[in-house]
């Protein structure tokens, strides 16, 4: 039998222990050994016995750590005995093919039966009060038609509970007055639902024009605007460079609050089978976080604080307030527009030329804003023939907060650059721009379920140079 041949039969018995998954027996192991001593012999015969004693060691050594290394990441090891490759390389291709042919295991969770009954039970429940679902978990219609009060003997059942049909509305409550128990949980999970659903949907205008950002902490935030750096000069031949130092100025402190309420659902709701506060009380509560974030923007907006350098946002100094005010027109927008472009870099007489692209209007002027921007003439102008150069050129943004925000508000109006130089910042608390809506139990001697919401988020004028204000009429 040649080299070849007994090192094919060595890799037969390999394989053959593998395909039946054990190890090799006592004369499988006898053959193996028995024939690595006749390779070890035919190798030292066909070397003309050139090699030391040491050397046929470390060879037998190299062969049997391929050919185990190989065995247990099924590969065959004959090619790498033939071709001399050393332990090292071996596990380099070892590794290269783990690499490319194994991939990550994937791990699967299976829900029990509460699991899924929670989910159905929570899904069939905000069915009932009108809630649209994309895809509610199965078995979600089977208890569309619940009252709470099944639902609630329905879960005891699921926990154990023997003759729960028997409780009184009382000891049922009592049952549930933790936030731990399984009906608890459908409560609470449908009262996200329809929160969330709820403050996704608000009527808010502000995310259309205002920048939002993130602040890891409660502490003041200090910014600073970078300026001009100075103008590149001249240099001759041999000439030197004039040393230069960019200009930057102080800016806006930035700065979160927390904002928050509770509800309840009480002893009543839930005797009377009052379903709808799962979706009426959340969703109220949903829909005036995010307005009071729309409120705050524009009342920061229309009632000119007082900004970092100590005068008011619009100020005839920021050269950002048109003197003489009046009703949105052809004249008026491009006296807008010209002193967005003039305005200034920090430190320097560079113009900064920023773009006007929003019109911020109260409700009062959204037509005859409407009717300005939508026109391709100019309305005011004697000959019909004169463009509107504004003709489709900016969005107009209408919020009923304007109206409001200040005596004159009917008649002032604004114009913004593009939303990331927006001249006010919305930051939230490490970016997370949902309100938390959390249940608790209720204090002693309050029959019920108590939520916790609360939001944190700070507004900040951070550039008064890129907004521009119309005090009306």
């Known amino acids: 039998m040649g080299l070849k041949e007994m090192l094919a039969r060595q890799q037969a018995i390999i394989n053959g222990a593998k395909t039946a998954q054990r190890d090799l027996n006592d004369a499988e192991q006898r053959e193996f050994e028995e024939l690595q001593t006749k390779i070890d012999a035919a190798r030292a015969a066909d070397e003309g016995n050139e090699r030391s004693g040491a050397a046929v060691l470390a060879e037998r050594q190299r062969v049997s750590d391929i050919t185990t290394l190989c065995r247990d990441f099924d590969m065959d090891a004959t090619q790498y005995v033939d071709d001399g490759a ?75 509970v023997e003759n729960t049909y028997r409780l009184s509305d009382d000891d049922l409550l009592r049952q549930y007055l933790t936030p731990t128990s399984l009906f608890t949980g459908i409560i609470d999970q449908t009262a996200r639902t329809t929160f969330e659903k709820a403050y996704t949907e608000a009527q808010t205008t502000y995310q259309e024009w205002v920048k939002t950002g993130t602040l890891n902490d409660f502490r003041p935030t200090k910014t600073y605007q970078a300026g001009t750096a100075g103008e590149l000069l001249l240099v001759g031949e041999n000439g030197e460079l004039k040393h230069d130092t960019p200009n930057a100025a102080e800016g806006p402190v930035r700065q979160l609050l927390t904002f928050g309420r509770q509800f309840t659902m009480s002893r009543q709701m839930f005797i009377n089978d009052d379903v709808d506060f799962i979706q009426a009380l959340p969703a109220l509560y949903a829909q005036s976080a995010r307005l009071g974030i729309n409120r705050l923007v524009y009342q920061t907006l229309a009632k000119n604080p007082s900004v970092w350098d100590g005068k008011t946002l619009f100020h005839e100094d920021h050269n950002n307030l048109i003197g003489t005010g009046g009703a949105p027109s052809v004249a008026a927008l491009s006296e807008a527009r010209r002193l967005l472009k003039k305005q200034k870099a920090v430190g320097g007489d560079v113009n900064l030329n920023i773009p006007a692209r929003f019109m911020l209007v109260p409700t009062s002027l959204e037509t005859a804003a409407g009717q300005l921007i939508g026109t391709p003439v100019d309305p005011a102008a004697v000959n019909p023939n004169v463009l509107n150069p504004f003709h489709n050129g900016l969005t107009i943004v209408s919020d009923a907060e304007l109206d409001d925000a200040t005596a004159n508000g009917e008649k002032e109006w604004y114009v913004t650059a593009d939303k990331l130089r927006s001249p006010i910042q919305v930051d939230f ?5 949902m309100p938390t809506i959390v249940m608790k139990q209720a204090p002693a001697g309050q029959l019920g379920f108590v939520w916790d919401i609360y939001m944190d988020y700070g507004v900040s004028v951070v550039d008064f140079k890129t907004a521009i204000k119309n005090p009306g009429q």
Not at 110 to 137: M, T
Not at 145 to 154: D, G, I, P, R
Not at 429 to 433: M, W
């Open 86 to 160: 050393t332990i090292d390389q071996v596990r380099q291709f070892v590794l290269e093919k783990q690499m490319k042919t194994r991939k990550p295991s994937s791990t699967s969770i299976i829900k029990d039966e509460q699991d899924k009954f929670r989910e159905a039970a929570a899904d069939g429940l905000a069915l009932r009060v009108g809630v649209q679902l994309e895809k509610p978990a199965a078995g979600a219609s089977d208890f569309r038609s619940m009252t709470l009060k099944e639902l609630a003997k329905e879960t005891l059942r699921m926990e154990g």
């Open 429 to 433: 608390l490490n970016g997370v721009d």
